[in-house]
């Protein structure tokens, strides 16, 4: 009988001893710092993925009249074609292309005439990884050689009926030819195995 209530008794305490560890637990966890970086921390979006994408600007090189700045350049031009797909708005696309750049205006017409009647575009947002300017002649036209991934794309009807689609492509290569103007540099044209838009 007394080794059955020891017995009892050893539980019990064995049970208090888990109740107060949890609890101590609980307690730290309920104390720790909101700021930490824990991985159990679920910090709030930062926005609704509805929310619109703002205009990109030029990093401060792409105004330099140099190879340096012929590839900043043309990153910025890659991030004015993702933003004119997502948005709609190609006036600074078209800002920043020659007015003699083909490939230029046929991205221009496909992103307005997706977007005119009041359809949309989703995805089709291009990533550069790699930009290097390999011609320079006399300072005034250079030749960036571009690796760039773009995501896959989708066009949607006014009434949210789908209306073509393009794969995204990995590791995808052209040539762009910038143009140095009094504005400064200009996309004149892009040379590209690979369905650009």
Do not use: H
């Not at 109740?19 to 159990?40: E, I, K, N, W, Y």
Request: glycine share 10%; aromatic share 6%.
């Amino acid at each position: 009988m007394i080794a059955e209530r020891g017995g009892a008794m050893r539980a019990a305490r064995a049970a208090r001893i888990v109740v107060a560890a949890s609890l101590g637990v609980a307690a730290l966890v309920g104390c720790a710092d909101s700021g930490s970086s824990s991985g159990s921390v679920i910090e709030p979006t930062a926005a609704p993925s509805s929310a619109k994408p703002t205009p990109p600007a030029p990093a401060p090189e792409a105004s330099q009249q140099d190879k340096a700045g012929a590839a900043a350049f043309t990153e910025y031009w890659f991030a004015l074609l993702s933003y004119g797909v997502q948005t709609g708005e190609v006036d600074k696309l078209r800002a920043a292309s020659d007015a003699k750049c083909t490939e230029c205006a046929e991205a221009i017409g496909v992103i307005q005439e997706n977007y005119n009647d009041g359809g949309s575009l989703q995805g089709g947002v291009y990533t550069v990884r790699e930009a290097n300017t390999i011609e320079d002649f006399a300072g005034q036209v250079m030749t960036v050689a571009v690796s760039f991934d773009r995501s896959p794309r989708d066009g949607t009807s006014p009434l949210g009926q789908p209306r073509g689609r393009l794969d995204g492509k990995s590791f995808a290569d052209c040539d762009v030819r910038v143009l140095w103007t009094s504005a400064g540099w200009k996309v004149r044209g892009v040379d590209s195995v690979e369905q650009l838009i």
